[in-house]
């Protein structure tokens, strides 16, 4: 059984900092491709932050979050993480975590958490 568990959020005011953590089991961290996504009321869920399973520091971002967000995972305990520096209200949005297929497996399939709740506010 496959899960990917987050935790981390949680209320912080403007200018603050956040990190979340993704917990895996079913699954090995370091053998997917694996991001961050988000999502506030209203709106589409978008990538916010990813990493893939290839080399381990190939990373990407939201260009809304660049050089605030980074991603990052730690295989000995099969986790990844996204630390949130200078935090922003429009940051404010459930994060989920998100598992990819490598695109060296011909078996293509993907899992979400359940998400965090992050809010930004004064």
């Known amino acids: 059984q496959v899960q990917l568990v987050e935790s981390g959020g949680g209320l912080v005011q403007p200018g603050g900092s956040l990190r979340l953590s993704c917990a895996a089991s079913g699954i090995i961290v370091s053998l997917h491709d694996m991001g961050w996504y988000r999502q506030a009321p209203g709106k589409e869920r978008e990538l916010v932050a990813d990493?893939?399973?290839?080399?381990?520091?190939?990373?990407s971002y939201a260009d809304s979050v660049k050089g605030r967000f980074t991603i990052s995972r730690d295989n000995a305990k099969n986790t990844v993480y996204l630390q949130m520096n200078s935090l922003k209200p429009e940051d404010t949005a459930v994060y989920y975590c998100?598992?990819?297929?490598?695109?060296?497996?011909?078996?293509?399939?993907?899992?979400w958490g359940q998400g965090t709740q992050v809010t930004v506010s004064s």
């Open positions: 998100h598992a990819q297929s490598p695109t060296w497996d011909f078996r293509k399939y993907d899992y």
């Open positions: 990493i893939t399973s290839t080399s381990g520091v190939g990373t």
